[in-house]
Structure formats: structure tokens, C-alpha cells
């Protein structure tokens, strides 16, 4: 008889029945045996029957590194990497029971430690007060390496990568121009000086920030009331974590030493013993003091930019359209134009706005988001206001030749705050009282007169837009 070839049904059937048992085969084959398969094989020893294969898997195993140990060896000294008073940068910084240690055998090469470190309390005036801060042995301390071999034992837990350790109480911090215009500027600053070749796209060598470390504030009192201290946090360095005075206190009590891998040690009371925070009353200025390239705020700036939607470009060149920001504190119940000025102001901007096609925008910052103030900023050429907190967004500005920052104070008044911010991002600043205007080097001397905080302060209007016109158009004659 005659064999049957299989039909087309019969073929499938057999397929999927193959299949199906080399699935279940390659399920129950162990990993193990999937790894080795892959490698290459020894000869078996016919010598050591008992001897381990090494597999990949294991190769590849090894502790996580949370300590820096040196048993019967010398304990790692701290090395100071960069200093001015009110900022250091730190290797190898070590933290025991609630203390700062600074382990050195040559105390003559660190600075006194009253321009590192302070008690941390609420900063007052007078003499007085400022003697209150400086640090005890119960704050900081330096120390020989047999002495923290005593203390510290046979090694430290790590605290890697690059920290922030603020030693402030939350007095300053909960503001917007305090800690971004202030405490994160200094910050990056100073931080910023290893690397003086920063590009001007914002490129740099530095690794990003690991965490920050508050040992006087708790997570409830770092935030300001327009909540733009979180939003320049976030936007800077978007892995950042953050520990507070409760995470100092666990640490403490621990009664175990840590050590920083880096960090870079903010204080505003020993920042404020610094000769430029005499001259500028800034405590960032004291930062100022290190090297550093002319970009240096590029990699935040940019950073914060593109976060709020934008390209980091926005605001640059010469030769795009100028973009005039009046930010009117009219509704602020403080520190207001006289109503009459306010007005005559607004309809010269919107003169030259039809005059020479200026954009011209008229806002109240408490009445923006945090992204329209942002993107505003960026976009802005020239921004003008009286003094005040809405002022703080011209560290969003693209510093250009012709950047420019007007502030308006009651008559013979006068505070650094953002005069010194512009400059040091390389813009130019103009004072003004009603119809005169002062800008750098022929300022004048801070003074908080009567009327400064007042709601009738005068400003010329016809002068303003002049200047407006001469900053704007001078760069246009030399791009010609």
C-alpha cells in the first residue's frame, strides 16, 4: 500500500508540538548554565577537582563604597580646595556627633576658622550680636590625624559626590532674591572657580550637585512665598536631594563620623567678616574674590531657562528686537511711584513701543506664573522697576552689550542688592533718583532714607525712555 504525505495540517501540528517542548527546555535551563554557556570554557583540572568556576556575575560583584577606612594607617587629612570667607570647598571634611572637623597636621595652613563657620543663629546688629556668632570648640574644631584617629576610630561613612552644607538659619533663605540672587549665586560661584573655562553656551567640567545639607532649617521653612526657590533648585540640578535640620540631628546622634567626599561649605555670618561684603553689603560678593571664567552663571542660567521651555539662546545678539520690561510694584502697597509718574512712565514706553517697534511689556510680577516671569526675564533687554523683589528675575537676562538693568529709589537712597547682581553677570546698571541717574564706578553710598520704603516715589519718565533709546541704539550704531 501506497504511503499518505502528511497534509499541510498535520505539518503545523508538528511544528507547534517542536516548538512548544524547546520552549519548556529553555525555561527550565537555569541562568547559571545560560551565563556559562556564554563564556568560554577551561579544561577541566585534573589537578584541583575543588577549585570554583568564576563566572561573570560574579567578577562584576563588589561592595558599595560608604566608607573611607584607613585602620592602622594615617587618617586622610582635609584638604582646602578653594577659600574666601564665607565659602570653602572641602575634601575630605569630616562631621562627628553634631561637630565640623577639619583633620590637618599643619594648622598654620588653615584659616581661621571664624571666616568657615559661625553658630548658625539669626543674624542681628551691632558688634554684639556679630561676637554671638562666632564659632566654639562646640561648632568646629581642627584637629592633629592622631587626634581623630582617637576620635573617628578606624574610618568614616562617606557622604559621596559634591554637597552644599548651608549653615544658616531659614532668615534669609525664604526669600526669592536672598537665595537665588544671593545664597545659590555665591554658591555657584565659588563652586564654579574650578572650572575657569566655562563656555558661554554653558558648558563645564563640574560634576552636578549631589544633595544640599541644612543643619538650622527644617523642610517646612526653606521655600519662599512666590515659590521660586524651589523652581531654581529643581530646574538647576533636577537629581539634587535635600537633607534638613532633623537629618542633622539623626547623623548626631548616631554618634558615628562621616566624611565628605567634596563639599562646599556656605555661611553668611563668616561671609559677612569678608572686605568686598563691607563694600557691597552681598554676601556673594565675598565669592567674587576666587577665579573664574565669564560664563560663569551660563550652566544655571541656562539650565533654569530651558526648564521654564526655552531655548537657551533666547535673548542674546544685538541685532533682534528689543524686548523693555517695566515690573510695576503699583499694587504692592509698598515702595510705589507716585500714581502720576507710574502713568506718564507707561505711556512713554508705549511711545517708543510705536516709535521704534521696541516690545514693551507692563507687568505685575505677583500677578505671573513662575514660568511666564522666567521666560519674560529671558527674553528681556532692558528690565526696570523700583527697588524690590520682582527685580531678582534679571538673573534670567542674557547679559549682552546691551543688557541693561534700571532701578528707581527714593531721592539719595540707595542699596547694592541688584546693582551689584547685574554687574557681576556683566550688565550694566543705572540708579536713578526722579531725573538724575548714577551706574558704576560713580555710585553712591547705600542709605535707607526716609521715603525709601515709601509709596511716593518720583521718576522722570522723558529720562528714562531717553536712556532706553541711547542704551539700545548706541549698539546698533556699532554693529553698523
Known sequence: MAQVAPTQREILIVVILISFFLLVSNIRTSP???????????????????????????????PYDTRLTWNTGAVPETKI???????????????????VYIVSDSHSSIPDVQFIYSKGIRIQPGTKAEEERLPTDREIRVITTQEARRLFGTGAQLIDGTNLFINDPSQYITHYYHWSAELWFGFWRAYSSLDPYITSTG?????????????????????????????VIRASFPSLTMEFKDDWIDRAQMAR?????RVLLADRSAAMLALNYRRYQRTAASAFG?????????????????????EPKVGGGTSSKPVITYISRQHWGRRMLRPQDHERLVNKLRELEQQYGYEVNIVEAENMSRVEQIQLAARTT???????????SLIWMKPTPRSTVMEFFYPQGFAHDYEYTARALGMVHYG????????SPALPLPQYVDGFQGNSIPIDADV????????LSLVSELDD
Open 257 to 261: 563620623p562621616f566624611v565628605f567626599d
Open 464 to 471: 528714562v525712555a531717553r536712556l532706553c533709546v541711547e542704551r
Open 382 to 392: 532692558i528690565m526696570m522697576g523700583v527697588h524690590g523683589n520682582g527685580l531678582t
Open 432 to 439: 536713578f533718583w526722579n531725573d538724575e541717574y548714577f551706574t
Open 203 to 231: 558648558n563645564t567640567t563640574l560634576p552636578a550637585l549631589r544633595r544640599i545639607l541644612f543643619n538650622h532649617v527644617d523642610n517646612a521653612h526653606w521655600r519662599d512665598y512666590a515659590s521660586m526657590n524651589e523652581w
Open 81 to 99: 580646595v578653594s577659600h574666601v570667607p564665607g565659602w570653602t570647598i572641602f575634601d575630605r571634611l569630616y562631621i562627628f556627633k553634631g561637630v
Open 32 to 62: 547559571t548554565s545560560l551565563l556559562s554557556a556564554s563564556l568560554p570554557t577551561q579544561p577541566a583540572s585534573t589537578t584541583n577537582a575543588n577549585e570554583t568556576q568564576v563566572t561573570l556575575a560574579d567578577v562584576n560583584r563588589q
Open 290 to 310: 576666587l577665579p573664574g571664567s565669564v560664563n560663569w552663571w551660563m550652566p544655571i542660567r541656562n539650565n533654569v531657562i530651558q526648564f521654564a521651555g526655552l
